[in-house]
């Protein structure tokens, strides 16, 4: 099974910052890596697709990097809107993996 | 406008059943491979299960295989999962979710609002 690993669990951060999340998968996944975020109380939403398009709608702060195995989500500029948990999540081989999930609070 | 409706969810005893649906309208059904992902309270996400268009390939987690069974009906428009064998393990909100597949690979675009299961005696 390919374990994704994301970092850091947790992230408290002010408007306007930046925030930089990981996500390292176990084996080799090419470009099948997609970002989502959760609301409380919501679905998830697709981010990014294929480690570094923008989903349909989705603000330019968003952005994704990354190939093989190491990954990264930047928000820029936070909004407090964007107080949510992040996971990634990899499609290239069953069992259909996430990662663990990143909060992102905002102070 | 693409929806995906479960139901199905409830309150159920450990070794119990359920059924979960999901409805989906606004997208051509017979065209996507689908899956379910759960979520147990305060937890991240888990895949549960995925089969294809035609129904021909199924797969599932080692947490639920040989207790739930996938299945859809292509001309209803509808994704169901049969959970046997229930868990308190089990308890969690479970979503449909739509997997489009492009010449890229594939992902989850949509998902339904999620309909909440929970075993417990």
């Known amino acids: 099974d390919i374990v994704l690993t994301q970092s850091p669990d947790f992230q408290s951060v002010t408007p306007k910052e930046k925030v930089t999340v990981t996500c390292r998968a176990s084996?080799?996944?090419?470009?099948?890596l997609h970002w989502y975020q959760q609301k409380p109380g919501q679905s998830p939403k697709l981010l990014i697709k294929f480690a570094s398009q923008s989903a349909s709608g989705v603000p330019s702060r968003f952005s994704g990097s990354g190939s093989g195995t190491d990954f990264t989500l930047t928000i820029n500029n936070l909004e407090p809107e964007d107080a949510a948990t992040y996971y990634c999540?990899?499609?290239?081989?069953?069992?259909?993996?996430f990662g663990g999930g990143t909060k992102v609070e905002i102070k | 406008e693409v929806q995906l409706v479960e139901s199905g969810g409830g309150l159920v005893r450990p070794g119990g059943s359920l059924r979960l649906s999901c409805e989906t309208s606004?997208?051509?059904?017979?065209?996507?491979?689908m899956s379910w992902v759960r979520q147990a309270p305060g937890k991240g996400l888990e895949w549960v299960s995925y089969?294809?268009?035609?129904?021909?390939?199924?797969y599932y987690a080692d947490s639920v295989k040989g207790r739930f069974t996938i299945s859809r009906d292509n001309a209803k428009n509808s994704l169901y999962l049969q959970m046997n064998s229930l868990r308190a393990e089990d308890t969690a909100v479970y979503y449909c979710?739509?997997?489009?597949?492009?010449?890229?690979?594939?992902?989850?675009?949509?998902w339904g609002q999620g309909t909440l299961v929970t075993v417990s005696s």
């Open positions: 999540h990899q499609s290239g081989s069953f069992p259909l993996t």
């Open positions: 606004g997208m051509t059904f017979i065209t996507y491979e």
């Open positions: 084996q080799y996944i090419g470009s099948k």
């Open positions: 089969i294809n268009i035609g129904g021909s390939a199924i």
């Open positions: 979710a739509r997997r489009y597949c492009s010449t890229a690979g594939c992902l989850f675009d949509y």
